[in-house]
Nanobody, 123 residues
Framework: LQLVESGGGLVQPGGSLKLSCAAS?????MAWFRQAPGKEHEGVGC????????YYADSVKGRFTISRDYTENKVYLQMHSLRPEDTADYYC????????????????????WGQGTQVTVSS
């Protein structure tokens, strides 16, 4: 299975950006993680087939939205009200199984990772 992210770039504080991740096949769980320079992977949120709502880390709740296109095996991360502390490499991750929502923001379960796309929030 391959995951390919796109949509990263430079954005000013308060701005918005939308990331996309294309998967080569269906998986039950898809998620976004991020890694800032010198820090460990941090879960952003996940979306699980059969579960109506995505799950988010507290740090992005209310600002980020994860959505999924099951017909094209794509997952999106819409980011609003971006802050300098959101600067990181963003990674798409996936697993064939359904992962529990509270577990999905921990970087311990993904079977597959994308190559990452860089997001820089700076004026």
């Amino acid at each position: 299975l391959q995951l390919v992210e796109s949509g990263g770039g430079l954005v000013q504080p308060g701005g918005s950006l939308k990331l996309s991740c294309a998967a080569s096949e269906f998986t039950h769980t898809m998620a976004w993680f991020r890694q800032a320079p010198g820090k460990e992977h941090e879960g952003v949120g996940c979306i699980i087939s059969g579960v109506s709502s995505a799950y988010y880390a507290d740090s992005v709740k209310g600002r980020f939205t994860i959505s999924r296109d099951y017909t094209e095996n794509k997952v999106y991360l819409q980011m609003h009200s971006l802050r300098p502390e959101d600067t990181a490499d963003y990674y798409c991750a996936a697993a064939h199984s359904r992962i529990g929502q509270t577990t999905c923001v921990r970087p311990i379960w993904p079977d597959y990772w994308g190559q990452g796309t860089q997001v820089t929030v700076s004026s």
